[in-house]
């Protein structure tokens, strides 16, 4: 394991001591998430009783292969704690995620819980948001149009940079799981993170983007010399 696994697993596994019988959990995507997962499984394997929400096909496979108990927002649509990963995070707890393409099944059940945690390894701490591009999920109808909207408003923010259609490892269209395309927009900085997420989501066939902001109430962030608590975990 490389030691930025072994510190997004340190992470994990202390977010997993915040989990206790008949929790209802939403179980983040990515790497970092993963572990968290496997913790639950384990849990679960021990007879802890949980229901749980995956916010991606990925994680729900993974759920399903260690008998971890599953529901949907439909049937609970309150949940009490979800545990995710980020691509980045500020001083103020705002987030960019996204990076695996789960973002809005992210954002919808991170919304829905009473807490999200964030666990991340500390590569992913920042001063200033915006050295990871950030995704967009947008609809595929009217792409062009669309992107030309959110140039307009990165360049107003004084972003510089492009928005990129997301491809996957064959060199398609990388298709969400909602059936959705990815604009990844690099940028170097982002400035006024609230301004930009305001103007984000007054373009129509945008759907949602990676800027999570008051949604984290802390991060459990990660290093080889041990674990740090950003905000308050309870
Ligand atoms: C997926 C996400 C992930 O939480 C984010 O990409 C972090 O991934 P990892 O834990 O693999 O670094 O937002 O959409």
Do not use: W
Request: glycine share 12%; with cysteine.
């Amino acid at each position: 394991m490389s030691s930025a696994d072994e510190a997004k697993r340190k992470a994990a596994a202390k977010a997993a001591e915040l989990v206790t019988s008949g929790m209802r959990l939403g179980l983040g995507t990515g790497s970092t998430a993963k572990h968290f997962v496997d913790f639950i499984g384990e849990k679960v394997k021990s007879g802890m009783d949980l229901l749980c929400v995956p916010t991606s096909e990925q994680t729900r496979q993974q759920a399903l292969s260690l008998g971890i108990k599953l529901t949907t927002l439909d049937e609970t649509p309150e949940l009490d704690l979800t545990i995710d990963g980020a691509d980045e995070f500020d001083p103020s707890l705002r987030l960019i995620k996204g990076g695996g393409g789960a973002l809005l099944r992210e954002k919808i059940v991170a919304a829905a819980s009473k807490r999200m945690i964030v666990i991340a390894d500390r590569s992913k701490q920042v001063s200033v948001l915006g050295q990871f591009p950030l995704p967009i999920e947008v609809i595929p109808f009217g792409l062009e149009a669309t992107k030309r909207r959110i140039q307009k408003v990165i360049s107003a923010v004084g972003m510089r940079g492009s928005p990129k259609l997301r491809l996957n490892a064959k060199g398609e269209t990388f298709i969400t799981d909602e059936g959705h395309y990815i604009l990844d927009c690099p940028s170097g900085s982002i400035a006024y993170p609230d301004a930009l997420a305001n103007g984000l989501q007054n373009i129509p066939g945008v759907v949602e983007h990676g800027l999570f902001i008051g949604l984290a109430k802390a991060i459990i962030v990660a290093d080889p010399n041990g674990v740090d608590i950003i905000g308050e975990l309870g």
